[in-house]
């Protein structure tokens, strides 16, 4: 077989990982062919990001769970109009406090339990010995290619930019991932794009190589037409012949897998567990597709409403504020300003913009924005049966992801997920002038 040199993808890199099944035995089969792997240094850098990433998400999982249950605890205790309304009637708040005593030591023999989950669970983690990231780190110390400096990566920002005008990929959706100029953010946008300079640099500088590029994205950065039929970038095709005498092959980890059967010394029930499991997967994504908004209403209306709420909570009072219109805040009874919000009611009324991406085999991501109406009421007290307040009715929108992981092949569905917020902002507002209120003993 001609001279040959292995390049993958982050992306083809990360969809190895499995907690269970078929991806993360194929790991080692890679062995066999470690001397013909090359990590570019984007790749490695990216690698390297997520892996903390995967390793720190099921410690997160298990201490947000920790986290909930002390707020709950907390939460209790700030329940102001059950300890005024026991001073007043009972004269004293001592079966409160120990209502919410007894109730925090059972939320704290919970914890505990969760505790020491989490702790036997890191012990038998798969990333506790890592085979992958042994291989990769060897690759990084040995092999000597090429890295670009500093002053490389600016050229390339600018060259990926004017690339990006005439609509010429990889990289045409990375510039979505964020707006913002410094330097670590413009590498990650542009990350495809220096991914492929490092493989054209590579090509020059190696030429009667066969190179095989392992990507297993499925956007049109580096594919043309749909599923069965799709193929390369014909553009990069040719900007890559243009610049290499050399043959580039580029598969998807199914493709990679069958290439190499022989030389990986692969047995057919191996492949045979991959492919089912890129159908099942495949085929649970286009039910979640066909469903999705009602799925992210549903899961955050059930699943994370309190953490929306708190989310709201807290930070409800800096939108208002932002928005400038100081007359929101003012008593026009007294015309002092209202400080804080004493009430607050969230309903979650609609998804719109809804979108599901995979980000490799094992997860998903959906998102999108969850429109949400606050009911809003400042109080302010005015004496001893006197008081004022003034109702806010706030539609917002809260941009979040819902990250599917865990995919479980048996049961095709994924075992767990979490939200992550975006940002929020206020869509409409409307309130009402402040009212007197009176109170009876």
Request: glycine share 4%.
């Amino acid at each position: 077989m001609k001279d040959y040199a292995i390049i993958f993808d982050t992306n083809a890199l990360l969809d190895l990982y499995q907690e269970e099944g078929i991806f993360f035995d194929l790991i080692g089969y890679l062995k066999k062919v470690e001397e013909k792997i090359i990590i570019l240094n984007q790749v490695y850098d990216e690698y390297i990001v997520n892996f903390e990433r995967i390793k720190s998400r099921e410690k997160e999982l298990y201490e947000n769970i920790i986290k909930q249950l002390n707020d709950l605890g907390t939460e209790l205790r700030k329940k102001n109009n059950i300890q005024k309304f026991l001073l007043k009637k009972i004269g004293d708040n001592i079966l409160f406090e120990e209502v919410c005593t007894n109730i925090e030591k059972e939320l704290k023999k919970v914890q505990d339990k969760v505790n020491i989950l989490k702790q036997a669970k890191s012990k038998t983690s798969l990333l506790e010995k890592d085979i992958l990231k042994e291989l990769i780190e060897r690759k990084k110390e040995t092999q000597s290619i090429k890295e670009f400096t500093v002053k490389d990566h600016i050229e390339l920002f600018k060259e990926a930019t004017e690339r990006e005008e005439y609509k010429i990929p990889p990289g045409l959706t990375d510039g979505k991932k964020t707006t913002d100029s410094s330097y670590y953010n413009l590498k990650r946008r542009h990350g495809d794009f220096i991914i492929w300079k490092e493989i054209l640099e590579y090509a020059k500088e190696n030429q009667n190589k066969k190179i095989y590029f392992i990507q297993n994205e499925k956007k049109t950065d580096w594919w043309e037409g749909k599923s069965e039929n799709r193929v390369f970038s014909k553009i990069l095709m040719k900007e890559f012949k243009e610049q290499s005498q050399n043959e580039l092959i580029v598969l998807d980890l199914e493709g990679f897998f069958k290439e190499f059967k022989n030389i990986l010394n692969l047995p057919d029930s191996e492949l045979k567990s991959l492919k089912a499991h890129i159908e099942i997967f495949n085929n649970t994504l286009l039910k979640i597709e066909s469903n999705k908004e009602n799925d992210m209403l549903e899961l955050s209306d059930n699943n994370y409403y309190d953490f929306i709420y708190k989310y709201l909570e807290n930070n409800l009072l800096n939108l208002l504020t932002e928005t400038g219109d100081e007359t929101i805040f003012i008593n026009e009874i007294t015309g002092s300003k209202f400080e804080y919000i004493s009430e607050l009611d969230v309903y979650l009324n609609k998804v719109k913009r809804c979108k599901l991406e995979k980000n490799n085999l094992s997860e998903a991501i959906l998102s999108g924005e969850v429109e949400i109406e606050c009911d809003i009421r400042f109080n302010e007290e005015g004496g001893r049966h006197v008081g004022f307040f003034k109702n806010i009715t706030a539609i917002v929108d809260l941009n979040i992801e819902i990250v599917y992981f865990n995919f479980n092949i048996k049961e095709e569905e994924f075992e767990q997920n979490l939200l992550k917020v975006k940002n929020v902002e206020i869509q409409s507002l409307d309130y009402d002038e402040t009212e007197l209120a009176i109170y009876e003993d």
